[in-house]
């Protein structure tokens, strides 16, 4: 079955960095584009970042340009999301998630993990 775990979450001053890893198991990780979102506490999951399956092309929400990289080793099954200058707004619970090749929705979700920028 599809499994997503993330890891490399924690607490980090503001102006910091992170890296995000998304181990992904039960598919052909190489045959699927995957996205990074966030949800912050009270407020909606959102975009982060997308990356197709072969890394040719990347995707970033406006919030994050610049500042963060989505990546992926297809080698490894890992995705990553290099996270630089970080902000406090940027406090969330980051997933990871395997889009659908035949809707183009995200079907299958990691459980999370906490990122929080002390200002």
């Known amino acids: 079955q599809v499994q997503l775990v993330e890891s490399g979450g924690g607490l980090v001053q503001a102006g910091g960095s992170l890296r995000l890893s998304c181990a992904a198991s039960?598919?052909?990780?190489?045959?699927?584009?995957m996205g990074w979102f966030r949800q912050a506490p009270g407020k909606e999951r959102e975009f982060v970042a997308r990356i197709t399956g072969t890394s040719s092309l990347t995707y970033y929400a406006d919030s994050v340009k610049g500042r963060f990289t989505i990546s992926r080793d297809n080698a490894k099954n890992t995705m990553y999301l290099r996270m630089n200058s970080l902000k406090p707004e940027d406090t969330a619970v980051y997933y990871c998630?395997?889009?659908?090749?035949?809707?183009?929705?995200?079907?299958?979700w990691g459980q999370g993990t906490q990122v929080t920028v002390s200002s």
């Open positions: 039960g598919f052909t990780f190489s045959y699927y584009a």
């Open positions: 998630a395997q889009e659908s090749v035949r809707t183009g929705r995200y079907e299958y």
